[in-house]
């Protein structure tokens, strides 16, 4: 398998594609960009993955159906406005955006992606898209990665993307993203927004075969905060410009193109736990020794999502008892007589996100709390001390079998009620 390498550019990383962002003044008090617009030169393949939440936006209506044939060539996404439970008038507006994208850019209104962010029960004025949708279209560029992940960002602290490089059947791929995701995380098929773009040449079928097995161990092990977003989309775009035979079917190359993904879709899933509303530090949680892969991670998962963990994280105490909690109630089989638990960090969560090997469990920054069902005492102020890392591990060690599963989170702050109590207004 050919060496993974990150690189710069985001979403425009990948030959043929170029990005822009500006701000439409979709919600008055915004300040900075609100509309990106991605465009391949030629149609891409396509596949997608989105929210299972029964209340979902028109724009993912829209985008489920234009991506039915498994060809794409745009992607417009707003936010400042979700355009969800928006009714007819909603829908309408969700195709005024694609077919706005066909009349500034020559591309089908039915090639085009639409995404919409923000607050959810509000009209979005989508003729502010219509009037700068000519400007948006001329600024698009290969640096225009840099402002479109600015226009999908809502309550996010700090913009996320990522691109990495590798070899497929001689030929040098390059793939890229850009996602925004903050608060209303409880992924399950997809994130808020997430686009991934790439030159290497894949069949649809096989587009969505990866992007499922890969959101298994990436985005979909990432809780904020519990709650599902009516607006989850995550696609992936590939135009074949690199020119490789197309993945039509497993093998070496797929597994090399799986594994880039996965590489990607990693980095960017710590980033929008990181990145949680009001949060101060990144909580990864390590399941090793469960039953099964599934078992690790929902594990794992249950422990990040718990309300009771995440304030306890925010305060860098050590009360390992509401991670056994957060198990037993799970409803996944495991023996609490055989499971131990540490508590490791490294220091600065931003070079954690493309250095992301576990952590070192018996080093100096690591304390083990729990072992083999019974407590230990341990040096509290050094758990303490661990704990108020930037990036913080609570790794479980249980005896049930092999397997090994990790999700993503984050501590619960005042600051995440304050963000959230005056959302809309």
């Known amino acids: 398998m050919s060496e993974i390498k990150f690189i710069e550019g985001g979403v425009t990383a990948a ?3 170029t990005a822009n962002g500006i701000l439409c003044h979709i919600k008055a008090s915004r ?3 609100d509309t990106a617009l991605v465009v391949s030169e030629v149609p891409c393949n ?4 989105f929210t299972q939440n029964r209340v979902k936006a028109e724009s993912v209506k829209l985008c489920k159906k234009n991506i039915a044939n498994g060809r794409i060539q745009a992607i417009i996404a707003n936010s400042g406005n979700a355009n969800c439970c928006t009714g007819e008038q909603g829908a309408k507006n969700a195709l005024r955006m694609a077919q706005a994208v066909e009349k500034a850019t020559g591309v089908s209104a039915d090639d085009v992606i639409v995404c919409s962010t923000g607050v959810i029960g509000a009209q979005l004025p989508v003729e502010k898209i219509e009037a700068n949708i000519d400007a948006l279209a001329k600024g698009l560029s290969k640096e225009g990665h840099k402002e479109a992940r600015i226009a999908i960002m809502t309550t996010d602290t700090k913009y996320k993307e990522c691109a990495v490089e590798f070899t497929v059947g001689g030929k040098l791929c390059h793939m890229g993203t850009m996602c925004k995701g903050s608060g209303m995380i409880h ?4 994130t808020m927004l997430s686009f991934i773009t790439t030159d290497c040449a894949v069949s649809p079928a096989m587009l969505e075969k990866a992007l499922r097995e890969s959101i298994k161990g990436t985005y979909n092990c990432v809780s904020v905060d519990g709650d599902t977003s009516t607006n989850d989309t995550l696609v992936i775009l590939a135009n074949g410009l690199a020119g490789n035979a197309e993945i039509t079917s497993e093998g070496a190359d797929y597994d090399t193109f799986l594994a880039a993904l996965n590489k990607l879709n990693r980095v960017m899933a710590m980033k929008i736990a990181a990145d949680g509303e009001g949060a101060t530090r990144l909580v990864q949680c390590t399941v090793n020794g469960a039953s099964t892969v599934e078992a690790a991670r929902g594990l794992a998962k249950e422990v990040i999502s718990s309300s009771l963990v995440k304030a306890a994280m ?5 009360n390992f008892g509401r991670f056994l909690c957060a198990m037993g109630y799970s409803g996944i089989e495991f023996t609490p007589e055989k499971t131990s638990i540490w508590f490791t960090s490294k220091s600065g969560a931003k070079r954690y996100f493309e250095d992301n090997d576990n952590f070192e469990v018996h080093g100096e920054n690591s304390v083990k709390v729990y072992e083999n069902g019974v407590p230990l005492n ?4 050094k758990a303490k001390q661990i704990m108020s890392e930037e990036a913080v591990e609570i790794l479980v060690q249980c005896g049930d079998g092999n397997a090994c599963g990790t999700a993503w989170g984050c501590d619960l702050t005042y600051d995440y009620v304050k963000i959230n109590g005056d959302y809309r207004t």
Do not use: C, M, Q, S
């Open 15 to 17: 030959k043929g594609f």
């Open 31 to 33: 300040k900075t960009n």
């Open 46 to 49: 396509v596949a997608g993955v």
């Open 187 to 190: 992924i399950n098929l997809g």
């Open 314 to 318: 925010y305060g860098a105490d050590a």
């Open 378 to 381: 341990f040096d509290e102020d």
